[in-house]
Nanobody, 132 residues
Framework: QVQLVESGGESVQAGGSLTLSCTAS????????LGWFRQAPGKEREFVGG???????????YYSDSAKGRFTISRDDAKNTVRLLMNGLGPEDTAIYFC??????????????????????WGQGTQVTVSA
């Protein structure tokens, strides 16, 4: 079955950096777009960024306004892994971070990747805590 496993979350001080990883199994990884979402306590899950797979515009990235300029998504299809490099972290970035895979549609747009309903598999999440 399909599994997505996030790692790399930890506690850091404001201004610091973290790289989250998400490793997938049970799917033809390169075909699928991946998304990163986060959920802070008491808040709804929000889109962080996404990256297209080979069925879309390969490797094209999409970012939320809060992530743009600070976060970078990359993928290593040989390792079935997608990464989220986060720089300039602040307390507002404290959340559980989830990765998700979409069903290898040919659609590539910000609107598509930002919609959590298009994803069919999700990881369990990894906690990021940023202290002031």
């Amino acid at each position: 079955q399909v599994q997505l496993v996030e790692s790399g979350g930890e506690s850091v001080q404001a201004g610091g950096s973290l790289t989250l990883s998400c490793t997938a199994s049970g799917l033809a990884f390169s075909r699928h777009g991946l998304g990163w979402f986060r959920q802070a306590p008491g808040k709804e899950r929000e889109f962080v960024g996404g990256i297209s797979g080979s069925r879309g515009i390969p490797g094209k990235t999409y970012y939320s306004d809060s992530a743009k300029g600070r976060f970078t998504i990359s993928r290593d299809d040989a390792k079935n892994t997608v990464r989220l490099l986060m720089n300039g972290l602040g307390p507002e970035d404290t959340a559980i971070y989830f990765c998700a895979s979409e069903p290898a549609r040919t659609i590539s747009s910000f609107r598509y990747y930002a919609n959590p309903n298009v994803y069919d598999y999700w990881g369990q999440g990894t906690q990021v805590t940023v202290s002031a």
